[in-house]
């Protein structure tokens, strides 16, 4: 039984679904396939009103919860995605945070509930691609690392997907753009090391989504409450175009023949 042509998204948090798959999701809904963001957590974890931080006096985790969780739809409709799940499981704060500590955190809960519950999904939707981090998150967040250990647990149980990617940032780009942030006047907090970044030799699919570039922009615009931890907000507007009409993975395995460089995560299924 052939089923349609389905993209399943596989994220930690609100916010998470634009910059490393937002083209992704705008590009796959224009082309008729059927898009599903799964997002394994509420966000109680990100800033409050007024830039609160956790722990901070004054900050609710249940109320950051359900401003991220709006902002996460207004942005799913921004993007055209089809479907929307959420896991709603506990954020675990970024990596060394009491939060950490939570027996209800996501990256603290059994793998075989939380990947249990996202096989049920697939099985639903039997996305011939999933995308999610790779091993190590992206960047090491606890529950970018849980999403990637569910999002492969359940392929594995399934059977499901044909193709599993990662989302990925070629490391010559970044220094780059790091470069071109410094000589705009940005300034940030972070200085990426040298191994920041994916290996250019890992990459195996590049994505032009050039023509969704505003979608991403304004779905970024609409986690309004976390904007003051988006830097690519304050670049100027022409480089947040060239910064956005890319995007690139890691294929980490595929069922199907298709080319070793990619510019279709559904090369061979179609």
Not at 137 to 154: F, K, N, V
């Amino acid at each position: 039984m052939k089923h349609e042509l389905t993209l399943m998204a596989v994220h930690a948090h609100p916010d998470d679904e634009v910059l490393g798959t937002g083209g992704l999701l705008a590009r796959c809904a224009a082309e008729g396939v059927r898009t599903v963001l799964v997002t394994c957590t509420n966000g109680e974890q990100g800033d409050d009103s007024g830039g609160v931080k956790p722990g901070e006096p004054g900050h609710n985790a249940a109320e950051v919860a359900q401003r991220r969780l709006a902002e996460l739809r207004e942005s799913a409709g921004l993007l055209d995605i089809g479907h929307l799940e959420l896991l709603g499981y506990r954020d675990s704060g970024m990596a060394g945070w009491s939060t950490n500590d939570d027996p209800e955190a996501f990256a603290n809960i059994p793998l075989d509930e939380s990947a249990g519950r996202l096989a049920e999904l697939m099985e639903r939707y039997r996305p011939q691609v999933v995308v999610t981090y790779d091993e190590d998150g992206g960047y090491g967040h606890p529950d970018h690392i849980q999403a990637h250990r569910i999002a492969l647990a359940a392929a594995e149980k399934t059977g499901v997907p044909d193709k599993v990617y990662y989302t990925a940032i070629p490391r010559s780009g970044i220094r780059r753009m790091f470069d071109a942030v410094q000589e705009a006047g940005v300034e940030i907090d972070f200085d990426p090391p040298e191994d920041f970044g994916t290996p250019d030799e890992l990459i195996t699919s590049t994505l032009d989504v050039s023509a969704h570039v505003e979608a991403k922009r304004e779905a970024l615009r609409a986690h309004a409450s976390q904007g003051e931890n988006i830097f690519l907000l304050r670049l100027p507007e022409e480089m947040q175009r060239m910064v956005f009409s890319f995007e690139a993975f890691v294929r980490h395995y595929s069922r199907v023949q298709g080319p070793d460089k990619e510019d279709d995560l559904f090369a061979g299924l179609r």
